[in-house]
């Protein structure tokens, strides 16, 4: 039943409220798409974005994820925080260990942009292997 790509919940507001969360808000436009970037954001600033699916780890071992992202971002990965990045300020990477099964996890992955310096970049480390993107194979969702 699984289906490729992620499904992608986008966002914009002319302030984030500092109370609420970026899911509690209606998204914008809603989709699926086959990567984990930024090219269907609408505007430049006081934007965001939720990809919501599954990650395909291919063999069992402890995973490191280096998340290049501005402006906050959260990525969760077989439901831990994986990386909680709370600086808003400037281009960063940050990385984020956890072990995997070979097979699917789940994978979530908020990304918000205050300024006009909007980036993401996500990549990851395996057992035997290093600097990998997220490719579309390992990219997928189950259906409503």
């Known amino acids: 039943g699984l289906q490729p790509g992620i499904k992608v919940s986008y966002y914009e507001a ?3 409220p500092g109370n609420k969360k970026l899911a509690e808000l209606k998204p914008v436009e809603e989709s699926v798409r ?3 970037d930024l090219s269907s954001r609408k505007r430049s600033k006081m934007f965001g974005f939720i990809f ?3 990650f395909h780890a291919p063999k069992d071992g402890v995973y490191t994820f280096h998340m290049k992202a501005e402006s906050g971002s959260e990525l969760r990965v077989a439901g831990e925080v994986v990386i909680d990045s709370k600086r808003v300020t400037s ?3 940050v990385p984020g260990m956890v072990a995997l099964r070979a097979g699917w996890h789940p994978i979530r992955l908020r ?3 205050y ?11 395996g057992p035997d292997s290093k600097g ?3 490719s579309p194979d390992q990219l997928a969702h189950l259906p409503n």
Do not use: Q
């Open 14 to 16: 002319e302030a984030w």
């Open 115 to 125: 300024g006009y310096n909007d980036g993401l970049i996500l990549k990851w480390d």
């Open 91 to 93: 281009s960063h990477t």
């Open 111 to 113: 990304f918000l942009e």
């Open 132 to 134: 990998n993107d997220v």
């Open 52 to 54: 919501a699916g599954l």
């Open 34 to 36: 086959p990567r984990l």
